[in-house]
């Protein structure tokens, strides 16, 4: 014990067989868990597809639906995407430039303790559950006025708000100190530095920020049944009116008693789901893009 | 290796022997005074940084800023074009004159004051922009609006770059080596005209020849602006400087530690035969 050398015994593993049994049953296990969440999805996208693959023609996009149809009749949900398109394009001009407002505000300008208590507040804002917005909308402008395009929009907003904002402090973050620096010390103004030299190194993440947030309030349905969901089968592109939408859609005509509907709900589903993934994927595209971009410019 | 060990060795001398570019200093009654800094103290938070500045920069000529790590050194300068304000939590006490006027008070916009006081960074940050956008954005965004090609060519030409870059104006700055980037900091800086360019170790990022260059262009510059240096470096001090300044880190009576200005002379004289004892050991090496 007292001699310098190192007993040999010390270095010899203690019971290495039962811990390689136990890392090896770990790590399948771990492996397992992560297969299952690709499998989901898989599942889900399969089940949709091969569902939806009866209806799925261009009549879905460009027919209105034929309320109490007896047998085969060229039918489709063009009313629910021209609104969902209206809706989430109010939404987006709507919650965009507050969005970016909040960010360029809380990185460029607010005291530090000012920027952590507002973007504890966008995280709150965030984990809000769509209904309780839906609600709350309605309480706000449904209320005595009626449902209308603008309500709808007006409540996936206030959804898209808290992601625009956090997505677009992230890239603000990104943009390194010594670049506003060196524009301040030109004798700059601030606000011409944010615009000039800031702003427009973030651009790439700032889309990719509204783009993930469009396909976010694109399948939300909760706070449209409040908002936006008593509606004729005429196509309409008039927000002062209540508009359908994709996923109300899919949620009526899957309590219909009429198969057809059935399919046609798991069309709308299937290119619901569609859009969603490719705009993530052309977000994650777009992220990685101006990442690299950021990373050079330093 | 082994057997020309003593053909190596280095010998610190007493005094640090360099070559310089410096004229004679005009007598003191010839000198404008276009810094007046009395009594600055500079604190982060509740951290001092800075106690008791006392000291005069004059027009025209180049003032180095040395000492040792922690010194205050950069705090100081970014003192001089309100740079600091940016900093959360940074408070300064004491004036700061600038041609008779207090720079430090509220009614003061520090927009205004870095558009006089330019400067140039540690570290070369060129926007990512093009070599000619660099150095015309700032001269385009502050006003100056006609001849922008003119003045671009007039700046990179003293900032010694213009041969090197006329061909490729458009070319992205990012694409320049460090030492050309760190040059067109500087051509930005003087392009938008300023009265005094503070630099904050121009050279720490960069090779001798590099370092050479810019130590070069500020010796010509020196006629047209008033420079500031902070280096680490103290024969670069030795070689561009007029005035040192010679700052360190002393310890307050409850233990906390806040950086000085020891010592400010001609540079000859802080090199040659500085009068305080901690100057003296600083630069002949016996510490920092």
Redesign the interface.
């Known amino acids: 014990m007292s001699s310098h050398g190192i007993n040999p015994a010390d270095l010899r593993a203690v019971n290495l067989p039962r811990r390689r049994a136990v890392n090896r049953g770990m790590e399948a296990i771990a492996t397992l868990a992560a297969l299952t969440a690709v499998a989901i999805l898989v599942v889900v996208v399969w089940s949709v597809a091969r569902r939806a693959a009866g209806a799925l023609d261009l009549n879905l996009l460009t027919k209105d639906p034929v309320p109490f149809a007896f047998g085969p009749v060229e039918q489709g949900l063009a009313n629910a995407f021209a609104g969902s398109l209206v809706l989430v394009g109010l939404a987006t001009l709507m919650a965009l430039p507050v969005g970016i407002l909040v960010a360029v505000y809380l990185t460029e300008f607010a005291q530090p303790t000012v920027r952590t208590t507002v973007s504890l507040a966008l995280d709150v804002l965030n984990g809000i559950p769509a209904i309780v917005i839906g609600i709350f909308v309605f309480g706000l402008i449904v209320v005595g006025r009626g449902q209308s395009g603008w309500a709808g929009a007006f409540a996936l907003a206030c959804l898209m708000l808290p992601l625009v904002a956090r997505a677009t402090m992230e890239v603000l973050l990104l943009v390194p100190g010594s670049l506003r620096e060196a524009s301040l010390g030109l004798g700059v103004p601030r606000w011409r530095t944010t615009l000039s030299i800031v702003l427009p190194q973030t651009i790439g993440g700032i889309v990719t920020g509204a783009i993930l947030a469009v396909a976010r309030v694109a399948g939300e349905t909760a706070p449209l049944l409040f908002t936006s969901s008593i509606v004729g089968t005429q196509t309409s592109w008039n927000p002062f009116h209540a508009l359908q939408s994709i996923p109300v859609a899919i949620f009526e005509l899957s309590e219909s008693p009429d198969p057809q509907d059935h399919a046609r709900a798991w069309a709308a589903a299937f290119v619901l789901l569609l859009f969603i993934l490719f705009t993530s994927l052309g977000a994650r595209w777009l992220a990685t893009r101006s990442r690299r971009k950021l990373g050079a410019s330093r | 290796m082994t057997g020309e060990d003593e053909n190596v060795s280095i010998t610190i001398e007493p005094t640090v022997r360099v070559e310089t570019r410096r004229q004679p200093i005009p007598p003191p009654e010839r000198l404008e005074r276009i810094f007046n800094i009395v009594n600055l103290d500079a604190i982060y938070g509740s951290k001092p940084a800075l106690e008791g500045v006392t000291m005069e920069i004059y027009k025209n000529l180049v003032t180095a800023i040395i000492g040792p790590s922690g010194c205050g050194k950069s705090t100081y300068i970014r003192c001089l074009?309100r740079?600091n304000d940016?900093i959360?939590g940074f408070t300064q006490t004491g004036t700061i004159s600038y041609h008779g006027q207090d720079i430090c008070g509220k009614d003061v916009d520090p927009?205004?004051?870095?558009?006089?006081i330019?400067?140039?960074?540690q570290?070369p940050?060129?926007?990512?922009k093009s070599i000619f956008d660099n150095v015309a954005?700032?001269v385009k965004?502050?006003g100056m609006k006609d001849d922008v090609a003119g003045r671009v060519e007039r700046a990179l030409t003293q900032a010694a770059l213009w041969d090197e870059v006329k061909d490729r104006l458009k070319a992205s700055a990012?694409s320049l080596s460090g030492g050309q980037q760190q040059r067109l900091?500087i051509a930005?800086?003087i392009a938008?005209e300023?009265d005094v360019v503070l630099m904050d170790e121009p050279a720490s990022a960069l090779d001798p020849i590099a370092t050479q260059a810019i130590e070069q262009l500020m010796h010509e510059l020196k006629s047209e602006y008033t420079f500031v240096i902070v280096t680490h470096n103290m024969q670069q001090a030795a070689r561009v400087a007029d005035m040192t300044a010679f700052f360190s880190i002393s310890r307050g009576d409850e233990g906390h530690r806040f950086g000085q200005l020891v010592e400010y002379d001609a540079t000859e004289k802080i090199f040659t035969a500085p009068s305080d004892r901690r100057t003296e050991d600083y630069v002949t090496g016996r510490f920092g």
Request: net charge positive.
């Open positions: 074009n740079m940016l959360p927009v205004a004051v870095r558009r006089h330019g400067m140039v960074f570290r940050n060129p926007f990512p954005w700032g965004v502050l990012l900091c930005r800086a938008v300023p």
